[in-house]
């Protein structure tokens, strides 16, 4: 059974860079689209981007500016760093697996518990 | 990107059926057979309950079912149970090589 744990600081001061890693056990990195999601307290579920394990990547337009998704195999994990971090970036983030079958990605299946990052001095 | 659009709240009976609707455009809902369904009930994380617009994965009931109209997909739960009550996201696929999630719809389970 493939699981996924997100690790990483909890609080993050303004202005600094948030970083978290993903390390999936169970199952092999490679081969699979990774993702990022986020969730503000009380707010709904923002895409933030997916890695490829052959480090390809994808992001969502509002946070391009900021945010780099990264893979390492050698590890079985995938890594998060969103910069200028403000209050707006505080929420819980999730990592996940995308379903792909041979032809296509169609959904996550596998999803972190989720880890609150807060961003206040 | 816009984020796919879905009725704040929905409610129903034990028993009854509802349908959560899933509204995008052509460059996403419209364009492509992408669509899931997520259940989240309170400080869990999120469940994938429908792939592929219509397709259930292994181990979830056959009570929930999807369906895709155009630039609108659906969510059906039929026979519905107190279990049932969460909160229900859309995600798709979009034209850009990026993905986006509905603003998510609350269901009560009255």
């Known amino acids: 059974q493939v699981q996924l744990q997100e690790s990483g600081p909890g609080l993050v001061r303004p202005s600094e860079t948030l970083s978290l890693t993903c390390t999936v056990s169970?199952?092999?990195?490679?081969?699979?689209?990774w993702s990022w999601i986020r969730q503000p307290p009380g707010k709904g579920l923002e895409w933030i981007g997916y890695?490829?394990?052959?480090?390809?990547?994808s992001y969502n337009p509002s946070l391009r500016s900021r945010v780099s998704i990264s893979v390492d195999t050698s590890k079985n994990q995938f890594s998060l760093e969103l910069s200028s971090v403000t209050a707006a970036d505080t929420a819980v983030y999730y990592c996940?697996?995308?379903?792909?079958?041979?032809?296509?990605?169609?959904?996550?299946?596998?999803w972190g518990q989720g880890t609150l990052v807060t961003a206040s001095s | 990107q816009s984020a796919l659009t879905q009725p704040a709240s929905v409610s129903g009976s034990p028993g009854q059926s509802i349908t959560i609707s899933c509204t995008g455009t052509?460059?996403?809902?419209?364009?492509?057979?992408?669509v899931s369904w997520y259940q989240q009930h309170p400080g869990k994380a999120p469940k994938l309950m429908i792939y592929?617009?219509?397709n259930r994965p292994s181990g979830v009931s056959t009570r929930f079912s999807g369906s895709k109209s155009g630039n609108t997909a659906s969510l059906t739960i039929s026979g519905l149970q107190a279990e049932d009550e969460a909160d229900y996201y859309c995600?798709?696929?979009?034209?850009?090589?990026?993905?986006?999630f509905g603003g998510g719809t609350n269901l009560t389970v009255l």
């Open positions: 169970g199952g092999s990195i490679s081969n699979y689209y």
């Open positions: 890695v490829y394990y052959s480090g390809s990547t």
């Open positions: 996940a697996r995308y379903y792909c079958t041979s032809t296509s990605c169609s959904a996550l299946d596998y």
């Open positions: 592929a617009v219509s």
């Open positions: 052509s460059s996403d809902v419209g364009a492509y057979n992408y």
């Open positions: 995600m798709t696929y979009t034209s850009s090589n990026t993905w986006v």
